[in-house]
T-cell receptor
Framework: GENVEQHPSTLSVQEGDSAVIKCTYSDSASNYFPWYKQELGKRPQLIIDIRSNVGEKKDQRIAVTLNKTAKHFSLHITETQPEDSAVYFCAASKGKYSSASKIIFGSGTRLSIRP | KAGVTQTPRYLIKTRGQQVTLSCSPISGHRSVSWYQQTPGQGLQFLFEYFSETQRNKGNFPGRFSGRQFSNSRSEMNVSTLELGDSALYLC?????????????FGPGTRLTVL
């Protein structure tokens, strides 16, 4: 069935360094890949997303890359700051405007930024 | 606009009981999805409602059900509660419920089953 694998499950980086989280999806029809950030005790919030017709997208310190052939996508955070500490979820979904929304989430990565 | 709201925020129930959770989407959003979040399983999709119709369903037993009202508010019900149902239940709303719509999450209802 549809599946999204996310690695690593935990990640600790020095403040100022970069962090990379990787996800692999199983359904080749997937065409939308959002990333959510969930701070402790708070709700998940969308931080960046990418569609299958784009290979890379950047938003300030955050970037996402997509490799459709290999069916994997990655989140890159540069110049990490303490406020980047959170759990990050990748997700994959398919379908277009008339389709029902069914987003499959990865298992999450707990990112810790060391001062 | 006000964000997605969920009530109650916390619930404690005992095995065998049933529970109803409520979700009010962002004004104008017609799609509401429900997720179960547990430390071991991450975010698991339960079901999605659009215009009072269930359009999609995850792999959960029939004890989990839901509905959506004409004002887009949604409820989910869990009958015959089991210990393993203890989790954070999140709902998310989006404008049209398409696969590329941004989903906005509510704060969640933390359910504890004793």
């Amino acid at each position: 069935g549809e599946n999204v694998e996310q690695h690593p499950s935990t990640l600790s980086v020095q403040e100022g360094d970069s962090a990379v989280i990787k996800c692999t999806y199983s359904d080749s029809a997937s065409n939308y890949f959002p990333w959510y950030k969930q701070e402790l005790g708070k709700r998940p919030q969308l931080i960046i997303d990418i569609r299958s017709n784009v290979g890379e997208k950047k938003d300030q310190r955050i970037a996402v890359t997509l490799n459709k052939t290999a069916k994997h996508f990655s989140l890159h955070i540069t110049e990490t700051q303490p406020e980047d500490s959170a759990v990050y979820f990748c997700a994959a979904s398919k379908g277009k405007y008339s389709s029902a929304s069914k987003i499959i989430f990865g298992s999450g990565t707990r990112l810790s930024i060391r001062p | 606009k006000a964000g997605v709201t969920q009530t109650p925020r916390y619930l404690i129930k005992t095995r065998g009981q049933q529970v109803t959770l409520s979700c009010s989407p962002i004004s104008g959003h017609r799609s509401v999805s429900w997720y179960q979040q547990t430390p071991g399983q991450g975010l698991q999709f339960l079901f999605e409602y659009f215009s009072e119709t269930q359009r999609n369903k995850g792999n959960f037993p029939g004890r989990f059900s839901g509905r959506q009202f004409s004002n887009s508010r949604s409820e989910m019900n869990v009958s015959t509660l089991e210990l393993g149902d203890s989790a954070l239940y999140l709902c998310a709303s989006s404008e049209a419920g398409t696969s590329t719509d941004t989903q906005y999450f509510g704060p969640g209802t933390r359910l504890t089953v004793l």
